[in-house]
């Protein structure tokens, strides 16, 4: 054997000091270097706030700034593949049609869709990255407020409006936002005690308590609802 194919076969084979060969790494192709970077930037940013330093998490990495900027030039243009990538991603059309649904009742249509709302997007990452967002500098969180008010708000007020019997059709009220907004902020809170305060929202086996504490919160709503607004 020539010097040339001994040499060759040692780069794809590296003896370790024990004379045992060794497998070659693999090297990443571009796309799951990207998604290395994506996932990698995620969790940083879920730890540390939208506001981390990019020298940190190249560091927490081990890449260079320069193939960071390669895939993602801006700081900004990261910001934005992590919004589409925790929170877009996330976003079912499935609800919007569940809550579209005539054959369900609005309290079925509320809870169920409260009850995979929050099994999909009341993550570690989901959460904590919306609340440094909301600290910061507002992109993510305004992003997604205005998804919710031009997807979800209409519908479930439009919903709390059947429980209740009425049938206007007028722009939702301040009073029925911010009762709406005191249900959904109340079924947020359930990701902050785990994912913010690190609370144990029950001590219990059962399985089913997130359940039945989303089930309990709606059912609170749609009667405050019904008491406030059938008497105007």
């Known amino acids: 054997m020539s010097f040339s194919q001994n040499n060759h076969l040692n780069t794809e084979m590296p003896n370790s000091i024990d004379g045992s060969a060794q497998p070659t790494r693999r090297r990443m192709n571009t796309v799951e270097r990207k998604r290395q970077i994506l996932n990698g930037a995620i969790q940083f940013f879920a730890k540390n ?41 996330r976003w079912k059309p499935q609800w919007e049609e569940l809550l579209d649904d005539k054959k ?16 999909t997007v009341l993550t570690y990452d989901f959460v904590r990255i919306l609340l ?24 479930l007020i439009r919903e709390t409006r059947k429980f209740c019997k009425r049938s206007t059709r007028s722009k939702p009220s301040q009073r029925e936002l911010e009762l709406l907004m005191g249900l959904h902020g109340g079924i947020f809170y359930i990701g902050m005690r785990r994912w913010v305060y690190g609370q144990s929202i029950y001590v219990s086996d059962n399985q089913n308590t997130d359940k039945e504490i ?19």
Do not use: C, M, W
């Not at 993602?72 to 589409?84: D, G, N, S, W």
């Not at 992109?139 to 708000?153: A, K, N, P, Q, V």
């Not at 989303?214 to 105007?232: E, G, P």
């Open 49 to 89: 706030g939208i506001d981390g330093q990019l020298r940190n998490l190249t560091k927490e990495l081990g890449v260079t700034h320069t193939l960071l900027y390669h895939y993602f030039p801006t700081k900004e243009a990261l910001i934005q593949e992590v919004y589409r990538e925790v929170f877009e991603s």
């Open 104 to 119: 369900l009742s609005p309290e079925e249509k509320l809870n169920a869709f409260y009850i995979d709302y929050s099994n």
């Open 132 to 155: 440094f967002s909301g600290l910061s500098e507002h992109s993510i969180s305004d992003r997604f407020f205005e998804l919710l008010r031009l997807r979800l708000l209409p519908r």
């Open 214 to 232: 989303i089930q309990d919160r709606v059912r609170s709503y749609l009667l405050s609802a019904q008491s406030i607004f059938t008497s105007q």
